[in-house]
């Protein structure tokens, strides 16, 4: 089952016969097949890193269609930090 899936690759639960290096096709809808690597993997999960990134536009239409939880992508503002007080010289010990 698909759990995760940011647009250079996904984490998938379920694989537990799969092993680091081992090539994985993931059917994704309205896509060609996409081909990817498994580059970690523990008991019953596994992260795949796709060969081609998903392009920008295709991954929001995905998020849009598909991610009940996630209606739309849009970048979240991050605030700024604030200004750190200008440091004073420091003088020589005499």
């Keep these: 089952m698909l759990k995760d ?6 984490r998938i639960e379920g694989m537990s016969d799969v092993r680091m290096g081992d090539a994985i096709t993931l059917l994704l809808p309205c896509l060609e097949p996409k081909l990817s690597n498994v580059v970690w993997q523990d008991s019953s999960s596994a992260g795949v890193e796709f060969d ?5 536009e295709v991954f929001k ?3 849009r269609d598909y991610a009940p939880s996630r209606p739309s992508f849009e970048p979240v503002p991050m605030p700024m930090p604030a200004a750190m007080p200008a440091s004073r010289p420091m003088r020589a010990a005499a």
Excluded at 5 to 10: C, F, K, N, Q
Excluded at 52 to 56: F, I, V
Aim: proline share 21%; charged share 5%.
């Design 5 to 10: 899936m940011p647009p250079l690759g996904a």
């Design 52 to 56: 081609h990134p998903l392009h920008g």
């Design 61 to 63: 239409e995905l998020v």
